[in-house]
Nanobody
Framework: QVQLVESGGGLVQPGGSLRLSCAASGRLVRISVLGWYRQVPGKQRDLVATITSGGTTNYADFVKGRFTISRDNADNTVFLQMSSLTPEDTAVYYC???????????WGKGTLVTVSQ
C-alpha cells in the first residue's frame, strides 16, 4: 500500500506562484513514478507532470515552461512549483504514485488551487 498526502494548495492571484508538496509513504515507493494530475468539476482528470525515481520528467503541453516537478527520493516527497498561474489553472490537484513493479496506481485526496483576483 502507498499513502500520499498533498499540501500547499490555496488562493493565488493571476501571475502568481504556488508550490505543492506530496509526501509519499509505503512499500516500494522509491521505484514508483510520482506525478501530479488536476481535475475541474465535471471534467476528466488530466496529467500535469510526472517524474521517475531517476529524475526523468514529463509535462503536459499546457504547463511547459511554467511548472516544474521535482522529487526528493530520500524523503519520498514530490513537489510541483507553479508559476505564471492563470484562472485556467484553477483545479483540484492530485498526487499520483504509479508503482512500476505491478502497475498499481495510488492517489492522494487532492488539494484545491484557486487562481483568482
Amino acid at each position: 500500500q502507498v499513502q500520499l498526502v498533498e499540501s500547499g494548495g490555496g488562493l493565488v492571484q493571476p501571475g502568481g506562484s504556488l508550490r505543492l508538496s506530496c509526501a509519499a509513504s509505503g512499500r516500494l515507493v522509491r521505484i514508483s513514478v510520482l506525478g501530479w494530475y488536476r481535475q475541474v468539476p465535471g471534467k476528466q482528470r488530466d496529467l500535469v507532470a510526472t517524474i521517475t525515481s531517476g529524475g526523468t520528467t514529463n509535462y503536459a503541453d499546457f504547463v511547459k515552461g511554467r511548472f516544474t516537478i521535482s522529487r526528493d527520493n530520500a524523503d519520498n516527497t514530490v513537489f510541483l512549483q507553479m508559476s505564471s498561474l492563470t484562472p485556467e489553472d484553477t483545479a483540484v490537484y492530485y498526487c499520483n504514485a504509479h508503482r512500476i513493479l505491478d502497475g498499481m496506481d495510488y492517489w492522494g485526496k487532492g488539494t484545491l488551487v484557486t487562481v483568482s483576483q
